[in-house]
């Protein structure tokens, strides 16, 4: 179900990709409907299969190891689009400015800056760095 062209770019962080794969009440409602709609194109980079997990193999995200461990087969199921990380996306990362330490975080800022992606986050750190970030 489409809407009239209306297609809306969406980058999943780790945490909204979680919630839903595992149909958790943390997500909140309009994003479910976002991510959802046929008419949308959701795409989860490749540094979110990377931070599942190494958080899974460090034993701070069991609840993602049947995830990890099936982790292109619930892409599909899903009708996501798995995006890869590229030398261009590495190296906007790595030259991203300020003080956000996190890898995984600044891989999916240059990510949605180049390939123009709304980012799904609850994390208000990803304003900082003028991404356009749904939640």
């Not at 240059?110 to 970030?133: H, M, P, T, W």
Request: charge should be negative; glycine fraction near 8%; proline fraction near 5%.
């Amino acid at each position: 179900m489409t809407h009239g062209g209306n297609n809306v770019r969406l980058l999943l962080d780790t945490h909204a990709l979680i919630w839903w794969m595992s149909n958790s009440p943390s997500l909140p409602g309009t994003i479910s409907r976002l991510i959802s709609d046929e008419g949308n194109t959701i795409f989860v980079s490749a540094a979110s299969a990377w931070e599942m997990a190494t958080k899974v193999r460090l034993g701070r995200l069991p609840a993602a190891s049947d995830i990890t461990r099936n982790f292109q087969e619930y892409l599909l199921q899903s009708g996501f689009e798995s995006l890869p990380v590229s030398a261009e996306h590495g190296i906007r990362a790595g030259l991203l400015p300020g003080p956000h330490q996190d890898p995984f975080d600044r891989m999916l800022i240059a990510q949605a800056e180049i390939e123009k992606l709304s980012l799904v986050s609850n994390e208000k750190i990803f304003d900082q760095y003028g991404v356009r970030r749904v939640w």
